[in-house]
């Protein structure tokens, strides 16, 4: 195919804010996991679709199972099982308690609406 560019699952982005390596960045409406660190503006590359561990949201009545939506707190820069005005991002694949730092998530590479 002449028109195949790529297979998509990391894309080349400015940071909406500074970012570092292993963390999260909603860009307009892509969600990706950074591959570096990168500063507010800065071209690099984002994987949108994998699994990993993110920072999450921690207190009474966070934790989750697998199988769980994940959505995307912006404001806070981290995941999060509420839904809210946050954006879906994945599926938790393994447990996570309410004291938990990190959760692991299955990116759904798709654009959120």
């Known amino acids: 195919m002449r028109n195949f560019i790529q297979r998509g699952e990391t894309l ?7 970012v570092t ?3 999260g960045a909603l860009v307009g409406s892509i969600f990706g996991v950074a591959a570096n660190d990168y500063g507010n503006g800065e071209e690099g ?4 679709a994998g699994v990993f561990d993110l920072v999450r ?6 934790g989750w199972t ?7 707190d ?3 820069k981290r995941v999060t099982k509420t839904v809210g005005t ?6 938790a694949t393994r447990a996570a308690a309410d004291g938990d730092a990190t959760g692991r998530v ?4 798709a654009f959120i609406a």
């Open 21 to 23: 390596s292993g963390a």
């Open 86 to 91: 946050n954006k879906l991002i994945g599926v």
């Open 106 to 109: 299955r990116l759904n590479g």
């Open 12 to 18: 080349t982005l400015a940071a909406p804010y500074a």
């Open 74 to 76: 912006n404001t806070n």
């Open 45 to 48: 590359e984002f994987q949108v």
């Open 57 to 62: 949201e921690t207190g009474a009545s966070t």
């Open 66 to 72: 697998p199988g769980t939506l994940i959505y995307w």
